[in-house]
């Protein structure tokens, strides 16, 4: 069963959020390596949204290789989608949030020790 958010983040293209929302169901396993996913026109009509903003969504995945068209029947999940979303999310992972708490670490001096230390016991000292 696909799980469909009721609304959507507005700090963030819906399109985006689009493309986000497959990459879970490929992640939690709701659709498999050549699978079909949810087609353009049925995720415009589920989240009334405009049908090129769909599109819009499933081509970045398209783009990046997670998702294939078979023309005539719509799309599915390329072999090797679930490694590719999960290195591309750990590499924003380690961006987004690694550096920048390590960057506000050295700032109030804590090392990367003490940062470590930190998450291991649940502790602020």
Do not use: C, H, W
């Not at 405009?50 to 072999?79: C, D, H, Q, S, W």
């Not at 924003?92 to 020790?113: C, H, P, Q, W």
């Amino acid at each position: 069963m696909i799980i469909l958010k009721a609304s959507f983040d507005e700090g963030q293209p819906i399109f985006q959020q689009i493309a986000e929302m497959i990459e879970d169901d490929i992640l939690n396993k709701t659709y498999g390596e050549n699978e079909q996913v949810m087609s353009t026109t049925a995720f415009a009509k589920t989240f009334q949204i405009n049908p090129a903003t769909a599109v819009k969504g499933i081509n970045l995945l398209v783009e990046e290789g997670i998702l294939y068209k078979r023309r005539g029947l719509g799309m599915f999940v390329a072999e090797g989608a679930k490694e590719k979303i999960l290195t591309k999310r750990k590499d924003s992972f380690y961006r987004d949030y690694v550096m920048k708490l390590l960057n506000e670490a050295g700032k109030i001096e804590l090392t990367t020790d003490d940062v470590i230390k930190m998450i291991k016991n649940g502790d602020r000292s």
